[in-house]
């Protein structure tokens, strides 16, 4: 059976509708984390306290795991998702309130429930697409929601950034609820008839039921790791720190981190065009090594802006492939019944490995650590993940 292309795909009524909420809610996400950070800079924040904002986005994937896989097992999807894209739009216009750091803890909680709205959201259209989807075009939606992503993290930020600047915080906030809210009105008009699975256990029982699911399913587990090896790709620190070091004598700080970052998204958008139809669980391996290889590779160009910008596009074209074929190796593994509970499990330990490698990254360079030595280790992460998959294929394949 042929692959179906990404428009085939997308004419999925199903598909094409989540989609656009998708391109919209993402977009929105992006669009205001700009306003956010820049307000906070002007009001004199210190690092701690910016780093403290920024923790508030990654936080809820991880304590609200158990918690918001049970909800999302619990409560159809169309009725969850409403409630999900409302709580965004409140959370959003309560930022309009923040006017001093003295407002620096009700930011935090705004953030903080914003995140954890985003997160449930994210992790419910994860594990609703292996019930409406199979095989290729599993792969293709998961594939279309990773480039989603991509060109909504160059494009909000870009535009996010030059709203803020030209026409103030309130503005793009104001901006972020109007989007929100056309996502929600797209949302009504979802045609969406999926069987109900009732489950009379109590929330208790079903996080349990849920746990001991993976813990007896042992190739899921791996699968969740492999999945969370992605995170070496986790540069967000390292580039701040080569902009500081390197890249403030060429241009301006926060345009080097968003040119890097431009490249990157790019590259993560293209990428899936030209290797998608390639990646197989028989040649995974390869892929891994590859992604490994481009890294250290970068390791040797960071020292040069226009040459780092140029290995930084070469490592961001096997991303989306990689974390959209993993992903969709667990979501065929799992049992409709615990898709919730198991997804948002892997959501938790991907966001921990994003952050272990984030600390790493840290306090390596706090250390004494050379930058490109970090990225070689990082890189080396992938091959070592190679070698995982090997023993994983021979044992579970």
Known sequence: MNSPSYLETLKHPIVARLTLIQFISYFGTWFSQVAIASMMLEYGASELAIAYIFMMLMLPAIILAPISG???????????????LLIEIIMTLLFMTINSLNDLNALMLFVFIRSAAASILFTAEMALFPKILQGEMLKKTNEIHSIVWSLCFAAGMALGGLVTYYFGYDTTFLIDVILYSIAFLLLLGLQLRLEVNKHHESALKMMRSGF?????????????FLHASIGFTSFETLITLLADLHY????????????INASRALAMTIGPLLFSKYINDKNLHYFF????????FWSFLQDTYALSILGMFIVGLLSTSLWSYTYYLLQKEI????????IAYNDMIFMLFNIT????????????MELNSISIVMGAGFILTALYYTWFKKHYL
């Open 70 to 84: 049970w909800i999302i097992d619990k409560i159809p999807f169309k009725k969850l998702m409403g409630i999900l």
């Open 212 to 224: 001991y699911y993976l813990k007896n399913h042992k190739k899921l587990i791996h699968l969740i």
């Open 248 to 259: 403030k004598y060429i241009i301006a700080i926060p345009l080097a981190i968003g040119w």
């Open 289 to 296: 090594v590859l992604q490994g290889l481009a890294i250290i």
């Open 335 to 342: 049992e409709v019944q615990y898709l919730g509970r198991v």
């Open 357 to 368: 490698v984030t600390l790493f990254v840290g306090y390596a360079a706090k250390m004494g």
